[in-house]
């Protein structure tokens, strides 16, 4: 059976990406501007949008 990949995530599934064991991280990551979709009481995180956001935290090792 061929598994479908959604371009929505879950919180879970987002933070299970990321490798985050706390959901304070990933509301964090929130407030710092990661963009999320809510439709009534489910909230979602596109993937691209999530790709994009750690893309443009990227920090170079020689700068941290």
Do not use: C, W
Request: glycine share 4%; aromatic share 10%.
């Amino acid at each position: 059976m061929k598994k479908v990949q959604t371009e929505y995530l879950s919180y879970k599934k987002a933070m299970e990406i990321l490798g985050l064991s706390s959901y304070q991280t990933l509301t964090a990551y929130i407030k710092a501007g990661l963009p999320v979709i809510e439709v009534a009481n489910s909230k979602r995180i596109k993937k691209s949008d999530l790709d994009a956001f750690m893309t443009s935290h990227y920090v170079n090792s020689k700068e941290a």
